[in-house]
Nanobody
Framework: QVQLVESGGGLVQAGGSLRLSCDASGNIFRINTMGWYRQLPGKQRELVASSTSGGTINYPDSVKGRFTISRDNAKNTVYLQMSSLKPEDTAVYYC??????????????WGQGTQVTVSS
């Protein structure tokens, strides 16, 4: 069993900052890509940031320069530092990871989501 648990969401004023954390636990052999997605009501989940085990990082233009993804591989944790937040960043944020278990099965896993609300 593998679990991803997010924390750090909340309410913040426009222009403010928040840091999200996601801890992976369970029968983990290796974590490959880790990332963050967000979902607005009635819309599809969209990529916010991703980080491969090789160090490749991707951001969509909508958050580039404002959001920073980082990983602590020793702790199986990924972070999302969000700055200069805008009301349109309001969404449920989900952690996502490509994990190989100790049974040598590789799958994508999702966290339960954490709400981020940016007030104007």
């Amino acid at each position: 069993q593998v679990q991803l648990v997010e924390s750090g969401g909340g309410l913040v004023q426009a222009g403010g900052s928040l840091r999200l954390s996601c801890d992976a636990s369970g029968n983990i052999f290796r974590i490959n890509t880790m990332g963050w997605y967000r979902q607005l009501p009635g819309k599809q989940r969209e990529l916010v940031a991703s980080s491969t085990s090789g160090g490749t990082i991707n951001y969509p233009d909508s958050v580039k320069g404002r959001f920073t993804i980082s990983r602590d591989n020793a702790k199986n944790t990924v972070y999302l530092q969000m700055s200069s937040l805008k009301p349109e960043d309001t969404a449920v944020y989900y952690c996502n990871a490509l994990i190989m278990t100790t049974a040598m099965i590789q799958s994508w896993y999702w966290g339960q989501g954490t709400q981020v609300t940016v007030s104007s």
